[in-house]
């Protein structure tokens, strides 16, 4: 860039919110992997069942970290940025990454549905709602088909993708991609009501009851961002500074993520929470106990 460039540009040309999307992506997966393991060792050491809703969490969870660190290294090539401070071939390694995120997110929230309704299996073992998750876990097989497919030839050929100099935009990304997110948020909330129905047979205390219906309920919050991410779809797809609008939908891609794996771990952790509840309540009664041999040995050291 010239002199005479330079001084053309706005005064906030050089603002940069790079650091802020690397902070946010670093919490959120640190924060996934710990409910993740807590969730692991619950399964793996204290009831000792590993089932395939935790072996297809495992792989939600790589997929996820995988798309995360695409999208992290993609603020060395702009995101954060505006655009055009970029140079040609730095924008067109940013698009190429961006659209290998996009496809990494199209398998992580697919798996993550997989994850609830293979959860639900293992939870609910009645024949006619095992049936319907059978059904739906074919439906996430085919839709999980057409997004990735979509994601990868929305633009033919596919270098186009990342082509900074193409000389028309695919317009129908941007249509792909609300249609995309419409579908995926009424599956999920298909797929969270899914077991209210079997919750109200259940033949459990009302109390616990509703702590579990709460915990399903977890869930839309996974909706709500869901929700908010689709209105930041159309100013990161249409507008010509892309790299400066895309890192609001990066972030809530990465919350609605991190949303699903927290609601989708919270019911396999009552086992630990009552190993240290009780820990607690043992650390707590030794030494009440101890406190009360010392104050009598005290008290019969001083009579004598």
Known sequence: MDRRQAESLPPYAHENCAERVLVIITVCL???TIVVSLRFYVRLVIIKKFGPDDWTLAAALIVTIGAATVMA???KFGLGSHAYLLSTPKMSKFLKLVWIGSIGYCFSITLMKAVFLLQYRRIFPLPNFQRLCNISLGFLVVW???GTLGAMLICLPIERNWDALAS??????MYFWEAYAIIHIITDVLILVMPLPVLKTLPLPRVQKWVLLAVF?????TCAISVIRITTLRS????TDVTWTMPTTVLWSMAEVLCAIICVCIPTLRPLVTRLCGLWRRTFLEANCE?????AWSI?????
């Open 217 to 221: 309920c977890l869930g839309f919050c």
């Open 236 to 239: 990161s797809l249409m507008e």
């Open 291 to 295: 406190r009360t041999s010392t104050r």
């Open 73 to 75: 290294v993609s603020t």
């Open 168 to 173: 028309t935009k695919c317009v129908g990304r």
């Open 144 to 146: 999980a088909m057409t």
């Open 30 to 32: 640190f924060v996934a």
């Open 300 to 304: 019969a050291t001083c009579v004598a």
